[in-house]
């Protein structure tokens, strides 16, 4: 279990540091698909690594505060990552309301939109595809995160009016 919540801090920091470069260029949308494609890229590099954190998860595995990884510990699991000792370890859902709320400030929401639903919908979607593809076909789990966004996106459009 310590080690399990020790991977999935150490994962939580390389998808913040990625959220955070992406957002440096561009805010909404763009960013949460860009987070959402960076859970694919690990899925396809690390399929072994990122199905077990998904049996940590599903067995209710949660954060640990007590785990916090030190700016050396960062640079060395990550030296490649440009500035990932000033990274903070934040839950998935953290990054998406961000960007959510910077949606619909930016009209790419509608302003009536219920952001704790879709919040779900994000977070079911960014582990249910996984879960579905990566034992068989994990190259695929990219192309299904850009269709059911799309397909998700379409429908809060729809049923908010806007």
Known sequence: QDLMAYLAHLWLL?????????????????????????????CERKPGVFRELLVWMARGGSLDPGITLSPVEKQLAFPELDGIADTPVKGIDRW????LEAAVADAELPPNVLI?????????????????????????????YRQQLALLWAGVRTTSGG
Not at 96 to 99: K, P
């Open 14 to 42: 390389e998808l913040g540091w990625h959220v955070q470069a992406a957002a440096t260029r561009q805010r909404g949308l763009a960013v949460i698909e860009q987070l959402f494609l960076q859970v694919a890229n690990t």
């Open 96 to 99: 998406l309301l961000t960007h």
């Open 116 to 144: 704790p639903l879709v919040l779900s919908s994000l977070l079911s979607l960014l582990l249910g595809v996984p879960m579905t593809l990566l034992s068989h076909d994990p190259q695929r789990i990219g192309s299904h």
